[in-house]
């Protein structure tokens, strides 16, 4: 008899199928619940939510990036065509660690009890954003791990635009830097209109605020409120918000300064916490 495959999240130890654990363990499990192929909750993800996306995978390299990218148009994820292109042009395979499977719509562990999203949540968050992420915008990724929304949103920007990527792993940081270096942004980090630091991604990034776009990679327990004050008028932020239960808010600030915020679906995500609690001090 096999053993049971056990795992250790967030200080708690799951012994179950490893499809079960997959879906303890990653950073968001569904988006929306009238998307067929995501329809499975927290509890009830036994088999993965993404199996029937994971089957359409298809081939490596820019051929499996571009199949994940059909797929997420045929599935109803991506309707926008720009967001369609730059998902098609920044390869994730690039980001996730070699040997994973990199074009499965499944999210994927980067080590420090981190994971970078799975495609659907990265397309979902850029269709939501895409109106603030306009050339010649600037744009917060809270959160960077391994640089690839923070990539994508570099590209919708371009080089006239101003995108930061905040995480609080250092080690995340540089490999992100590696990362983005490989890829198509890496013309833009190099021109500095797109930068990643190391830093408490709950203050935000004050040198380059106020910000058209915010998007948190992390499930905070409330919305921080400097990156609310970080948030241009007419600007948006995206965050998933929660501990156990958690929902992804999209946020919207008028122009006179005033909040009105709406959910979008149930997700899960890795905590916004300190850089101690996410590694055990390590
Ligand atoms: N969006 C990224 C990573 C998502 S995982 C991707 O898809 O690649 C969430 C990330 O949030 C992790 O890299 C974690 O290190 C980071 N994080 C958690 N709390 C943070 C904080 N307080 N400040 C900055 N980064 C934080």
């Known amino acids: 008899m096999r053993a049971c495959p056990t795992l250790t999240v967030y200080g708690r130890h799951y012994c179950a199928p490893p499809r079960t654990l997959i879906s303890l363990a990653f950073t968001s499990l569904h988006r929306h619940n009238s998307a067929p192929f995501l329809n499975l909750s ?13 089957q359409f995978q298809t081939g ?10 059909e797929n997420l148009k045929r599935f109803g994820v991506i309707s926008s065509k720009k967001v369609a292109e730059v998902m098609e042009t920044l390869d994730r395979g690039l980001f996730v660690p070699v040997g994973s499977s990199a074009y499965a719509d499944t999210p994927l562990p980067i080590g420090y009890n981190a994971t970078i999203s799975a495609p659907h949540m990265h397309a979902t968050c850029l269709e939501l ?24 949103f570099a590209l919708m920007v371009g080089a006239e635009g101003r995108v930061v990527g905040v995480d609080h792993i250092p080690e995340l940081v540089y490999m992100s830097i590696k990362n983005v270096e490989k890829s198509v942004a890496g013309s833009l980090l190099q021109k500095g209109s797109l930068s990643l630091h190391v830093g408490d991604g709950r203050k935000g990034w004050k040198e380059f605020a106020p910000y058209d776009a915010i998007h948190v990679g992390a499930a905070a327990s409330e919305v921080p409120q400097a990156l609310l004050d970080q948030l241009k008028p007419g600007g948006r932020m995206v965050i998933p918000v929660g501990t ?14 005033s909040i009105k915020a709406r959910t979008e679906t149930s997700v899960r995500y890795v905590p916004l916490t300190s850089r101690d609690e996410q590694t055990g001090g390590f």
């Open 42 to 54: 927290f509890f009830t993800a036994f088999r993965s939510p993404f199996s029937r996306m994971e």
């Open 60 to 69: 490596t390299g820019s051929t499996g990036n571009k199949a994940m990218v």
């Open 129 to 152: 954003l895409e109106d603030k992420l306009q050339p010649g915008m600037r744009a917060l990724d809270v959160g960077s791990g391994t640089g690839y929304l923070t990539g994508c």
């Open 244 to 257: 156990y239960f958690q929902e992804l808010k999209v946020i919207d600030k008028s122009e006179d300064g």
